[in-house]
């Protein structure tokens, strides 16, 4: 016979890797069910001497192994050196001295009755993914959805997500992007009105729930460890996670051992097509789920336009676009590569419309602006790449400014493209790419969107 | 190696100055560098004899100071030690860091000004011991000019007849340079200035 213990605590910590001394309850009702055995504790970073006097450190929160990624210092608490992780510094510092604890006991028992409130319908080529996603997941194996922008790869998801839910498995759906994450919770809030779902990005307050579905950026799944039956990554060819192996291992930590990950994209790398061609399966859709073709991009040559900008002065073919998309009431999205070079183009484009606005990843108003865009109280927006995936507007109008620069690689280019014609009313729209010289990538990019409309893929 | 800040690759230089070590290397970017915005002022004060401050507390110090602080990034102690090192530049005084409260070091597991110093070998004596474990930015006017001195000398220490620098991150009120100037001066101390990393707004 065990005690009696707040089902609450097992709910939260189970799946989770936690900071001891940071957990939302008591000491004593945690001290107790560590002697219980109930709780078990871990070492925070883990030091094994390696040669010449260094030491090899392993984060046990991140998994991070990479030793410019930790400090050593004299430590007050510990009376010591210590080493400390930065690579997940923000969620709360785990040193040497610090205590991890991850859940031992009983596993929560998630309910197996769950309602499935979309009411649309998949076509064909959704459905036939939708089905193959299944039969991976049955398998225990890690699919790719390489569906293209627009072809609706989230309603893929509904129905494998449904299946696990009412087998009482638990689900994740991370994405490196917070936006994304932000546009996925409505969606599935209402297509699963029954499931305890939570959303976990940089601020959110963690629920007190044992969520069965759980949305998460890359980022937030540092905290958990052997969480989950499936974890489908959405975007995975985005920054930072391509970029960052602890972000990529912290998703295979996430998932229970033998369960699988799968991939959602419109722009897999090389890499995670042959990988997944290798280890596992792939559905691909070349078509969008209106039928219409993927919007082609346009070369236009903008001479030196850092240049005029620098000196105050917008280039009359880029005043000319803006001033047409205005006559025509079509909302706009003008991207740039530079931040700095954005904040000095702000004002030259108030010149021409006062409510246009400029937003960054670290923008105050960030949330906001994009709100304001889709309700029509401002007429377009310039921005950095941060809203190069998961924002849909309807008949939103897209250029780029100074398509050449390398940050707009081909993946991040096709994205672009993508955030236009993506509604059933307005399926077509301009996807101009302003440039000082075409490169590779802009080739590349419109190569591919050609063969997509062609029915063809990248193999 | 990236910047400490923005973890952006930093351009790395490898000069004749680096090579000798004439010139110490940043921690940070140009960017983040360029975010923290000079005050340099200078003020007299009736205990305190002059206190410089080198930053503003806009923003990007703001966040600088969180990180450092609150979230224990010890390593940016020394994003700093470069302008430290120059305004320090002088021969016979004597450094002094405010100190913590013992209690609140061991929280914090280190001792934010005593890092800053020690990341700019900047050789300091530790002279003061903070007897409580108040918060000046909670109080009022009223209760600060109240309060008994929050600083003793440490006991065995020798304050000569001599000038006297206290260090501390971030100058407010005032209040706490007042009272570790003044029991330094009832030791003996013949004149006590003060250098703060930052100048906030009162
Ligand atoms: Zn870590
Ligand atoms: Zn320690
Ligand atoms: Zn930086």
Redesign the pocket.
């Known amino acids: 016979m065990t005690k009696p213990f707040n089902p609450a605590i097992r709910d939260f910590l189970d799946g989770r890797i936690w900071l001891r001394m940071h957990t939302p309850f008591p000491c004593e009702e945690i001290d107790a069910l560590l002697d219980a055995g109930d709780i078990q504790v871990i070492k925070g970073i883990e030091s094994k001497p390696s040669f010449l006097n260094q030491k090899r450190h392993l984060c046990n929160r991140c998994e991070n192994e990479d030793s410019t990624r930790f400090t050593t210092f004299n430590c007050a608490k510990c009376e010591g050196p210590c080493t400390y992780c930065r690579q997940c510094l923000k969620m709360g510092r785990v040193s040497s001295c610090t205590e991890l604890i991850i859940w031992k006991g009983e596993k929560p028992e998630y309910p197996t009755n769950h309602t499935i409130a979309w009411q649309g319908t998949l076509t064909p080529h959704q459905q036939k993914a939708s089905d193959e996603l299944i039969e991976s997941q049955n398998k225990r194996a890690s699919h790719l959805i390489y569906a293209v922008c627009g072809s609706g790869k989230t309603e893929i998801l509904f129905p494998p997500i449904h299946k696990l839910l009412t087998e009482g498995k638990r689900v994740c759906i991370a994405a490196p992007r917070v936006d994304v994450i932000l546009e996925l919770e409505p969606r599935l809030r209402a297509a699963f009105p029954d499931t305890k779902i939570e959303a976990l990005y940089g601020g959110a307050k963690p629920t007190m729930e044992a969520s069965q579905l759980v949305l998460a950026t890359t980022h937030q799944l540092y905290r958990f460890r052997h969480a989950f039956d499936a974890v489908f990554v959405d975007e995975a060819d985005a920054f930072p996670y391509k970029a960052d192996a602890t972000l990529q291992k912290a998703v295979q930590k996430a998932v229970k051992p033998g369960s699988p990950v799968h991939y959602v994209t419109a722009t897999p790398s090389d890499k995670l097509l042959s990988e997944m061609k290798k280890t596992g399966f792939v559905s691909i859709i070349n078509r969008r789920y209106h039928g219409h073709p993927l919007p082609v991009p346009k070369f236009i040559p903008l001479w030196n336009y850092e240049k005029q900008i620098r000196k105050g002065k917008l280039p009359q073919k880029l005043i000319d676009w803006t001033e047409n998309r205005l006559a025509r009431k079509e909302p706009f999205l003008i991207f740039f590569h530079h931040i700095g070079l954005m904040e000095e183009a702000e004002p030259l484009f108030q010149l021409i419309d006062p409510r246009i606005r400029s937003v960054h990843a670290s923008h105050p108003e960030r949330k906001e602006h994009v709100q304001a865009l889709r309700n029509k109280e401002l007429p377009g927006l310039l921005t950095t790449t941060i809203l190069e995936r998961g924002i849909t507007i309807p008949n939103v109008q897209v250029a780029v400014v100074g398509a050449e620069q390398q940050i707009f690689d081909k993946g991040a280019l096709i994205q672009i493209g993508g955030r236009v014609g993506r509604s059933a009313d307005y399926p077509t729209g301009e996807f101009i790419l302003f440039h000082n010289g075409i490169t590779y990538a802009m080739d590349e990019a419109k190569a591919e969107i050609d063969k997509l409309n062609k029915g063809g893929v990248r193999t | 190696m990236n ?1 400490l ?2 973890e ?1 690759k930093l351009a790395s230089s490898p000069s004749w100055q680096l090579l000798l070590a004439i010139e110490n290397t940043s921690l ?2 140009e ?2 560098s360029k975010s923290f915005e000079r005050v340099d002022i200078k003020e007299e004060d009736d205990v305190v004899d002059q206190v410089t401050s080198i930053y503003t507390y806009n923003e990007p110090m703001r966040e600088y100071l969180h990180q450092f602080k609150f979230l224990q990034d010890v390593a940016l102690a020394g994003v700093f030690a470069n302008e430290l090192r120059t305004e320090l530049a002088r021969k016979d005084d004597i450094i002094v860091p405010i100190p913590m409260h013992p209690q609140k070091k061991i929280e914090r597991t280190f001792a934010h000004v005593e890092e800053m110093l020690t990341a700019a070998r900047i050789p300091f004596e530790d002279l003061l011991i903070k007897k409580n474990t108040e918060v000046m930015g909670e109080k009022t006017r009223e209760e600060r000019l109240a309060m008994r001195n929050l600083f003793s000398i440490k006991p065995g220490s020798d304050v000569k007849n001599k000038t006297y620098i206290l260090i501390d991150d971030i100058y407010t009120t005032g209040t706490t340079l007042r009272h570790a100037a003044t029991v330094l001066k009832e030791a003996g101390a013949e004149r006590v200035e003060a250098v703060t990393l930052i100048r906030a707004e009162r």
């Open positions: 910047c800040l923005c952006q940070i970017c960017d983040c």
